[in-house]
C-alpha cells in the first residue's frame, strides 16, 4: 500500500513525459517498460528526425537519447534540439556505449545534463531520471517565482529603487522612471543625492553609512515626504518609505508614492483659509498671524513696525442707497486698491472684518507709514466710485488712523492696534476722507481693556 506521505510525488511523477530515442527495439522496449513503471508517460523514436518531431509536438521534460543511431546520430539529434527555440530547454540524457572521456565531454559541450554509460543498469537510469527531473522542476519554480516578482515591480503602482549604502542607485522599475522622468535603466549608478535637496540627502546618506556599517543596527527609516528632483528640473513631492535589506550586501529598498496632487490641493485649502473670498485678499486670520510674525522679528531687530487701519466713510448709507451687491462690489475695487500698496514681502493688506482693512508696514516708521496711508486714501478717492448721498463727497472715501511702534517686551500687538484704531476715529471725527496718527499708549490700551470687561 502506497504511504499518504508519497502521493504528492507520485502525481508529480505522473505529470512527467519522457521521450525516449534508442535505434534498438529491445533497448526502447526495455526503457520504456521502466519509465512507465516510474509514473511516467512516455514516447518512443527509433532515429533523430523522429526524436525532432515528437520533441518540437510533445514538448517532454525529458529526452533519453542514444548516441549511436544510424544517420542522424545522438550528438547531433542534440545539436538540432539546442538550436531550435521549443526544444532547446528540455534536458537530454546521453546513453552510449562509448564512454571515453572525449565522447562524454562532447556529449556535455552538446547540453545534455548527465551521461548514462552502456549497457544500462536499470536502477540507475531510473535514478538519474528522477534526480533531472526534480532539478528542471526546481528550476521551473524558481524561474516562475522570478517571473511573476518581475512581473509585480514592472506594474507596481509604486516606484521602487533599490540603493547601495553608498547611495548609489543599483535599479529602479519602470513607475519610479516614470515618476522622475527617466529612461528605463538611466537612473542605476547615479547618486541619490542627485535626486534630493542637500540637506536631506546628506540625512539618508548618513543613515545608509550608519547601516552599511553595523547592518545588525538596522532599522527601517519609515516613511517621509519629500522633495524630489525631476529629470525636468522641477520638484515633485513625494512619499519614501526606506527599508533595509541585506542582500549579501547592505541594501536600501525604496518606495515613493506621488503625493503631488494631494499637496497641490492642500496647498490649495491652505490658501484658501487665508484669504477672505469676497474681496480676495488676505483675511483677518492670516493678518494675525503675519503680524506676530513681523512683530517677533521687529523684537530683534529693534525695527520700527507701523499699523494702518482703515475704515470706508458712511458705508451703510451706501448700502442702504445703492444695495448690499453693490457694496460687495465696492468692497472689493476699495481692497484690490489697498492692497496694492503693499509691496514689500514685510507687508500685508488685509480684510479685517466688515468694511474695515489693515496693513502692516514692517521696518517702517511713522513718517513713510504717514505717506503710505495719505497714498492710499487718495487712491481710493481717486478711484471715483459713486457714493451718491455721502455728505463727505460724492465718491467713496476712507478714514485711516496710523500708528507705529518700537516694539519692546513690554509692548503687546493690541497696544498697536488700539492706537491705529482711536486714529481712524479721530479721522473720522474730523470730517472722514483723511489720515490720522497716533502713538502706542499702554495707558489708552488698559482703559480698552478695563471697558471690554
Ligand atoms: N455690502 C456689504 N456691506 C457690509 C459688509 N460688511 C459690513 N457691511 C456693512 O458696512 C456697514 C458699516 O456701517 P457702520 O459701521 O455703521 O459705519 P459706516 O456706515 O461705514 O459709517 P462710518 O464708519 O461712520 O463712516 C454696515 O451697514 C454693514 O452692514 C459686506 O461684506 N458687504
Redesign the pocket.
Known amino acids: 500500500m502506497m504511504m499518504p506521505s508519497a502521493l504528492p510525488e507520485l502525481a508529480a511523477r505522473r505529470q512527467a513525459t519522457i521521450l525516449i530515442v534508442d535505434d534498438a527495439a529491445d533497448n526502447l522496449a526495455v526503457l520504456r517498460k521502466l519509465m512507465s513503471q516510474q509514473g511516467y508517460q512516455t514516447f518512443v523514436a527509433s532515429n533523430g528526425e523522429r526524436a525532432l518531431q515528437i520533441a518540437r509536438r510533445v514538448q517532454p521534460d525529458l529526452i533519453l537519447l542514444d548516441v549511436v543511431m544510424p544517420g542522424m546520430d545522438g550528438f547531433e539529434t542534440c545539436r538540432q534540439l539546442k538550436n531550435h527555440a521549443a526544444t532547446q530547454g528540455i534536458p537530454v540524457v546521453f546513453m552510449s556505449a562509448r564512454t571515453e572521456a572525449d565522447d562524454v565531454v562532447a556529449g556535455f559541450d552538446l547540453g545534455a545534463v548527465d551521461y548514462i554509460s552502456k549497457p544500462l543498469r536499470l536502477a540507475e537510469v531510473g535514478a538519474r531520471v528522477r534526480s533531472q527531473l526534480q532539478i528542471r522542476s526546481r528550476s521551473e519554480n524558481q524561474g516562475e517565482q522570478a517571473e511573476r516578482l518581475r512581473t509585480i515591480v514592472n506594474n507596481m503602482a509604486e516606484g521602487l529603487l533599490i540603493i547601495e549604502a553608498d547611495g548609489r542607485i543599483q535599479f529602479t522599475n519602470p513607475a519610479c522612471d516614470k515618476y522622475l522622468g527617466y529612461r528605463e535603466g538611466e537612473l542605476a549608478g547615479r547618486s541619490i543625492g542627485e535626486l534630493l535637496n542637500p540637506l536631506v540627502a546628506r540625512e539618508y546618506l548618513d543613515y545608509f553609512e550608519r547601516y552599511g556599517a553595523a547592518p545588525e543596527t538596522a532599522h527601517s527609516h519609515g516613511t517621509r515626504e519629500v522633495i524630489i528632483r525631476h529629470c525636468d528640473g522641477r520638484s515633485v513631492c513625494m512619499d519614501l518609505t526606506l527599508t533595509p535589506m541585506y542582500l549579501r550586501q547592505p541594501l536600501f529598498i525604496g518606495l515613493l508614492h506621488d503625493i503631488t496632487h494631494h499637496k497641490l490641493s492642500e496647498d490649495a485649502l491652505q490658501r484658501a483659509a487665508m484669504v477672505d473670498p469676497?474681496t480676495k485678499i488676505a483675511n483677518r486670520r492670516h493678518f494675525d498671524g503675519f503680524l506676530e510674525k513681523e512683530w517677533q522679528r521687529a523684537l530683534r531687530s529693534g525695527q520700527p513696525l507701523s499699523l494702518v487701519v482703515l475704515?470706508?466713510?458712511?458705508?451703510?448709507?451706501y448700502?442702504d442707497t445703492l444695495g448690499?451687491p453693490a457694496?460687495?462690489a465696492c468692497?472689493a475695487q476699495v481692497a484690490q486698491a489697498v492692497s496694492s500698496h503693499a509691496l514689500r514681502p514685510t507687508d500685508l493688506a488685509a480684510r479685517y472684518g466688515?468694511?474695515e482693512f489693515v496693513l502692516l508696514f514692517a521696518e517702517t516708521d511713522a513718517d513713510s507709514a504717514h505717506l503710505l496711508a495719505e497714498a492710499i486714501r487718495a487712491h481710493i478717492e481717486a478711484l471715483q466710485l459713486p457714493h451718491p448721498r455721502s455728505p463727505t463727497s460724492p465718491w467713496i472715501t476712507v478714514s485711516i488712523g496710523v500708528s507705529t511702534i518700537h516694539p519692546n517686551q513690554f509692548d503687546s500687538t493690541e497696544a498697536l492696534f488700539v492706537a491705529a484704531d482711536r486714529a481712524m476715529y479721530v479721522a473720522?471725527e474730523g470730517g472722514?476722507n483723511q489720515v490720522r496718527a497716533n502713538k502706542p499708549d499702554s495707558a489708552a490700551l488698559d482703559a480698552v481693556q478695563a471697558l471690554m470687561g
Open positions: 469676497l475704515d470706508v466713510d458712511h458705508f451703510k448709507l448700502n448690499h457694496g460687495d468692497l466688515g468694511e473720522k472722514r
